[in-house]
C-alpha cells in the first residue's frame, strides 16, 4: 500500500529556513500529484503546495508564494518543501499526501503522519 513518511520538522526562529522530505512508496507515482498542507492548533487543514510527479507544474497557496518550493525527485520517490523566510503564523503540523491526478487530497487521497513546524518570533 502507499506509504508517505515525512521529516525534517523542527523548531527554528522567525526569518529562518527549514527543509522538509516526504518519502513516497508502495506504487508508482507518475500519475499521481503529491501535495503538503499543514494544520495550525484550532484550525482546519489547509493547502500549502502541490507538484505533478510527471511533469513538476507547481501551485502554491497565496501565503507561502515566493517564500516556498516545492519540488520533487523522482529517482528517490521523495517531494520536498523548501520554507524560507519563516514567519510565527507558519507553526503548524506539515502533512504530505498523494492522489491520482485531477482527484481530491481530501477524498482520495493518501496521507502521511505529520511534521511539527515551529517558528519563533
Known amino acids: 500500500q502507499v506509504q508517505l513518511v515525512e521529516s525534517g520538522g523542527g523548531l527554528v526562529q522567525a526569518g529562518g529556513s527549514l527543509r522538509l522530505s516526504c518519502a513516497a512508496s508502495?506504487?508508482?507515482?507518475?500519475?499521481?500529484?503529491m501535495g503538503w498542507f499543514r494544520q495550525a492548533p484550532g484550525k482546519g487543514r489547509e493547502f500549502v503546495a502541490q507538484?505533478?510527479?510527471?511533469?513538476?507544474?507547481?501551485y502554491y497557496a497565496d501565503s507561502v508564494k515566493g517564500r516556498f518550493t516545492i519540488s520533487r525527485d523522482n529517482a528517490k520517490n521523495t517531494v520536498y518543501l523548501q520554507m524560507n523566510n519563516l514567519k510565527p503564523e507558519d507553526t503548524a503540523v506539515y502533512y504530505c499526501a498523494t492522489t491520482p491526478l485531477g482527484s481530491s487530497f481530501r477524498t482520495n487521497g493518501y496521507w502521511g503522519q505529520g511534521t511539527q513546524v515551529t517558528v519563533s518570533s
Open positions: 508502495g506504487r508508482t507515482f507518475s500519475n499521481y500529484a
Open positions: 507538484i505533478t510527479w510527471s511533469a513538476g507544474n507547481t
